[in-house]
């Protein structure tokens, strides 16, 4: 479900690059999606989740199921009030928001009161999405994946359908794609009601500020806002100085990162979503030799599918950017200055998935503390990376100083990974197994031929090329490197039964 989402992600991020380029336009939308979305990812699928999944599976193995109703109705009540609040904050606040997340609009007149324009729009999202949030916990706790994994599907549709069939209605038409966000998250959240009802989990909301399973949760939640999203503050922060670089290094850095995001979102979100409630559960019956091999589990597939997914993305930025949107106003000199971001962003995607698994076994066993203070560091190091590497490129001219925000991003994802492995390490949470250590030095060998292969077969003038020439290369040196990569893994013996579920 997660894949077919990206999939339809990939063609929304298209029809968005043919219909509206890479200019001012497309950056002042960016700006309006990117500040509920980042709350959302903070807050909902971030702290949220997070807080509420372990608490949630504790009730479910140790208490009567009135309880964990009774559980369900009071964070339903609370949490719905708290977010029909900040959306109305949100919405009258908006000029405020754009002047703090892109002060680079604030001498653009046209650009900021349009940012302020469709932030009001979009920034409702936040409600029904964190709600959505919700929902998909319940059913993730319950072992069910499928529907909630496959709801973004429809925001992609409703994005789609506002680009091609609704923004000529509108004076100014990117204008549709905020309304579009609006109606998605009212779709997406119509989609789970039925299923929750299906569990027995739908109850009347309840206001339980006093309850103990919410003011649990509410405490997990304060120190896991940051613990769980520095790489959200980290992209956000990117967003802020990019308003002050050259038009276009906003959506340079929107196209790189959504490439990013694929393997991302379809390896590491998808395995921290499916080890959370796992590790919980696990923790609740004291089963430390199981939780380790669940991590470790994770981190098989890290190293098989994660590592050679940041080799493809570094190898085949270009070609990748070129065949997927350089059509209509995305232009040849953005494809080169949006793969020079997606490069650096490549360089950290391990790194990525690496946080995604080690800070929910923190979260399982209820210490968002941890997780928390190794953000902080990890953001203030961000901040201190983009200083160093940005001003430097801005003095001395170079032309795609956007790349440095990238950078230093992948850098601090790295710096937070490992002290995340280290702190499980010394406080003997996890510690990689002989086995895990001697399958990776096994599949590196892979990892090199894959690179080889794929830098053999991938040089060509792919701006020159036509849309279907440029699809058919890009398809035949994918099928060649894949076949190249399991052709070597089962020559070294690798077999599904090493990558099994523990």
Known sequence: MTLASRVLGFVRDQVMAIVFGAGALTDVFLVAFKIPNFLRRLFAEGAFAQA???????????????????????????????????????????????MLFAPGFIDDAERFDLATHMLRITFPYLFFVSLLAYAGSIQNTFGRFAVPSFTPVLLNVCMIAAALLFSPMFEQPI????????????????LQLPFLQQLGLLPRPRWGWKHSGVRRILKLMAPAILGSSVAQINLLLDTIIASFLTVGSLSWLYYSDRLMEFPLGLLGVTLGTVILPRLSKEHAHSA????????????????????????????????????????????????????????????????????????????????????????????????????????????????APHTALAIATS????????????????????????????????????????????????????????????????????????????????????????????
Not at 175 to 190: D, H, T
Not at 457 to 474: N, P, T, Y
């Open 288 to 399: 430390p030799e199981q939780f380790q091999r669940t991590i470790d589990w994770a981190l098989r597939l890290v190293g098989l599918i994660g590592i050679p997914s940041a080799i493809g993305l570094a190898l085949l930025a270009a070609p990748m950017i070129s065949t997927l949107f350089e059509y209509g106003k995305f232009t040849p000199h953005d494809t080169s200055m949006a793969s020079y971001s997606l490069i650096a962003y490549a360089i950290g995607l391990p790194a990525f998935i690496l946080i995604k698994i080690f800070a929910p076994a923190f979260f399982a066993r209820q210490d968002t503390k941890t997780p928390v203070r190794i953000g902080i560091i990890a953001l203030i190091s961000n901040m201190a990376y983009n200083l160093i590497l940005v001003l430097p490129m801005v003095w001395f001219g170079f032309t």
């Open 52 to 98: 509420f999944v372990p608490v949630f599976t504790e009730y479910k193995e140790t208490k009567s199921p009135a309880a964990l109703r009774d559980l369900a109705a009071h964070v339903l009540g609370t949490l719905a009030l708290i977010l029909l609040v900040i959306s109305t904050l949100g919405v009258m606040l908006a000029p405020l928001l754009v």
């Open 411 to 502: 850098l601090s994802a790295w710096q937070q990974a490992w002290m995340l492995y280290q702190k499980l390490n010394q406080t003997n949470i996890y510690r990689c197994s002989d086995g895990l250590i001697l399958f990776c030095k096994r599949i590196s060998i892979a990892w090199l031929v894959l690179a080889m292969v794929i830098w053999a077969v991938s040089s060509a003038d792919w701006h020159a090329m036509d849309a279907a020439a440029r699809v058919w290369k890009l398809l035949v040196i994918i099928v060649l490197s894949a076949a190249s990569y399991a052709a070597v893994l089962f020559a070294l013996g690798i077999r599904p039964k090493d990558i099994a579920s523990p």
């Open 175 to 190: 204008v549709a794609l905020a309304w579009g966000v609006f109606v998605a998250g009212a779709v997406q959240l119509a």
